[in-house]
């Protein structure tokens, strides 16, 4: 049966949703009150990072964060004036960073990461935004040997889901890739991973092919999601109310306030990522890579070099901070001590994080409101699969997928 369908959102997962819902012959309309790809689908690192189901809240964060939110040239930074109304959400996060909620999340998490370069071309199948997609190795590189032990808990992980690196050391680094530093001495190399080329235009191609699917993109503010006063929910927009049969809620970091309104309290924070674009760059990497020491990703672009990263807690309505930029200007100048560039653009986002790290995927009681969100790190990764996920649930299309530990009820009623 034919059903209306509102999508609130126009990132990657909102607009994955919109089209596998056109696929399955749903008439849908999506409403965002900036437009297609403008959020945090816009500023990211642009990677389908398939091993990336490893939370940071890993057994030893307790001791090691006071330390690191001291040291300038740590990737983790807090808002200080923030803090007291930050607490009790920081508070349930860190009771999560033990060795049993970890391997539970990470094991979540591999079913909505792992298979996510598939999930794109499958969702660009006949699409022109396929043309923004690449495959690619995904490089961590590390300073030496003994700092990749430092990190043997997380490859331990990423081995027990089938992701094992290549590791690449001395000389071979710089036959690898030339553009690496005196101070990168070893790599991990992962295959089957990729990125897009822009992520902003990818999603604003992607939203141009679902309207050309026949999909509707309406440019609104939404302010509540009315399920009581009739027998289908209701959203409240700044241009009037909107009838649907079912309703998916994919607005990111600003999803809770509307969860609040239906009733669930989300323990949902603002994580803020940072980036740089070094326009026309030349000297960069030939593949997307992290590098250990500063947290972040570089990632061969068509603007550039995008470095991107960086974890902040300060809420939404902050502005930019100075010291993540400082941060990742003198950790790309060490990496990549080669690079070359005309200028550089910056921009500071918020990822929807929650305090298990997990998204939420499923229906609010019966009451045709579905949630799509709350990804944190993996929102580019996992947006597809998420939007195909919740199309099958709308549309009546049954999936082998567990999707209790994604409930958005989890959190109490």
Not at 15 to 32: C, E, F, N
Not at 177 to 203: E, N
Request: aromatic share 8%; proline share 7%; glycine share 10%.
């Amino acid at each position: 049966m034919t059903k209306h369908v509102i999508v609130i959102g126009a990132g990657i997962v909102g607009v994955s949703a919109a089209i596998w819902l056109r696929r399955l012959g749903q008439d849908v309309t999506v409403v965002d009150r900036d437009g297609p790809g403008m959020g945090t689908s816009f500023g990211n690192a642009g990677l389908l990072a398939a091993c990336a189901m490893v939370p940071v809240t890993t057994p030893g964060l307790i001791t090691k964060a006071p330390k690191m939110l001291f040291d300038r040239d740590a990737p983790l930074f807090l808002r200080w004036s923030y803090l007291p109304k930050l607490a009790p959400w920081l508070v349930r996060y860190l009771m999560h960073a033990n060795d049993k909620d970890t391997r539970r999340i990470a094991s979540d998490l591999t079913e909505i990461t792992a298979d996510t370069v598939d999930q794109h071309f499958a969702l660009t199948e006949g699409l022109a935004a396929r043309s923004y997609l690449r495959k690619s190795d995904y490089v961590f590189a590390y300073s030496d040997r003994a700092e990749f032990e430092k990190d043997r808990y997380t490859w331990d992980l990423r081995r027990d889901h089938g992701f094992v690196p290549t590791l690449i050391e001395g000389p071979e680094v710089h036959e690898f890739d030339p553009s690496f530093g005196s101070k990168i001495s070893c790599l991990a190399v992962v295959k089957d991973h990729g990125f897009v080329t822009d992520p902003g235009s990818y999603v604003a191609a992607l939203a141009q092919d679902f309207q050309n699917m026949g999909g509707k993109i309406v440019k609104a503010t939404v302010e509540d999601i009315d399920t009581q006063s009739g027998p289908v929910p209701k959203v409240i927009t700044s241009l009037g109310p909107l009838e649907a049969d079912s309703v998916v809620l994919a607005s990111g970091a600003w999803s809770k306030s509307l969860m609040t309104r239906l009733g669930l309290n989300v323990p949902l924070e603002s994580e803020r990522g940072y980036h740089i674009v070094m326009k026309n760059a030349t000297g960069g990497p030939r593949a997307p890579s992290m590098i250990s020491s500063g947290k972040f990703v570089a990632t061969p672009m068509q603007m550039g070099l995008r470095c991107a990263g960086i974890v902040e807690l300060g809420g939404l309505d902050a502005g930019p901070s100075e010291a993540p930029f400082g941060l990742l200007r003198r950790k790309i100048a060490e990496a990549f001590p080669q690079l070359e560039f005309d200028h550089e653009e910056t921009w500071m986002g918020h990822r929807p994080a929650t305090t298990d790290s997990l998204p939420l995927i499923g229906q609010i009681r019966q009451t045709g409101v579905f949630t799509a969100f709350g990804h944190q790190h993996v929102g580019l990764t996992a947006g597809p699969k998420t939007g195909r996920l919740v199309a099958g649930l709308i549309a009546g299309q049954p999936t082998n997928q567990n999707l209790t530990p994604f409930s958005p009820h989890r959190f109490g009623s």
